[in-house]
């Protein structure tokens, strides 16, 4: 699986954003994708997640309500739409292909900047 994540930016505070993640390769319904963030100098963190088969969707406690994955399967993409963005959520954002809700990503994208000022 290959992924390629894009749609990163420099957004004020209360601003939105849509990533990106296209996927190609193998058939992607057996998955997980996931989103992932890491800031400067922190540890990567769990986003959310959608289950490709169903489109059920899990969300760190940090940004439900904000933040709304989802997916088009014709397209085999699925987005990060981030609304109310907070300083906070600067990082790079990664789109990841795993076989669970937040654990055993075993392919990743590369990451897109995310920067939020206040």
């Known amino acids: 699986v290959q992924l390629q994540a894009c749609g990163g930016g420099m957004v004020q505070t209360g601003g939105s954003l849509r990533l990106t993640c296209a996927a190609s390769g193998r058939t992607f319904s057996r998955y997980y994708m996931g989103w992932f963030r890491q800031a400067p100098g922190k540890e990567r963190e769990f986003v959310g997640s959608?289950?490709?088969?169903?489109?059920?969707?899990y969300y760190a406690d940090s940004v439900q309500g904000r933040f709304t994955i989802s997916r088009d399967n014709a397209k085999n993409t699925g987005y990060l739409q981030m609304n109310i963005l907070k300083p906070e959520d600067t990082a790079v954002y990664y789109c990841?292909?795993?076989?669970?809700?937040?654990?055993?990503?075993?392919?990743w994208g590369q990451g897109t900047q995310v920067t939020v000022s206040s």
């Open positions: 990841a292909a795993g076989a669970r809700i937040t654990s055993a990503y075993d392919y």
């Open positions: 959608i289950r490709w088969s169903t489109g059920s969707t």
